[in-house]
């Protein structure tokens, strides 16, 4: 569902960023929150390794809203940590997702081959 308008003005206030994730069914979920760029992009990339750790083969992509500098430092990391990566992709959102993301999106997908 969408955030409630207290919650999306407490967490504007400090600074606490969603991560979100899409599962098997379609559905959006909060799957963690950070506070700060830095740190929601630091949890994105571990909840990504994680998922993808145990896979003998995975694609990577990393999709930006502006952001092509962060994408590929996470693509860096995540190639340097994951030694079955067979494929990784970086790429900008459409206009249709980045009118209701705003610049600056990072968005994160393995795929297991």
Excluded: W
């Excluded at 998922?51 to 999709?63: F, H, R």
């Excluded at 079955?84 to 900008?92: A, E």
């Amino acid at each position: 569902g969408r955030i409630g308008k207290v919650s999306a003005m407490i967490g504007s206030a400090f600074d606490i960023k969603p991560i979100i994730t899409c599962n098997e069914e379609g559905i959006y979920t909060t799957v963690a929150k950070a506070r700060g760029r830095k740190q929601s992009l630091r949890k994105s990339v571990e909840l990504a390794l994680e998922y993808a750790k145990e896979a003998s083969s995975v694609t990577l992509s990393i999709a930006h809203g502006n952001a092509l500098d962060d994408a590929n430092e996470i693509r860096d990391e995540m190639v340097k940590q994951l030694k079955s990566v067979s494929n990784v992709f970086v790429g900008p959102v459409s206009p249709a997702l980045g009118v209701h993301t705003g610049p600056g999106l990072i968005g994160i997908c393995v795929q297991k081959d």
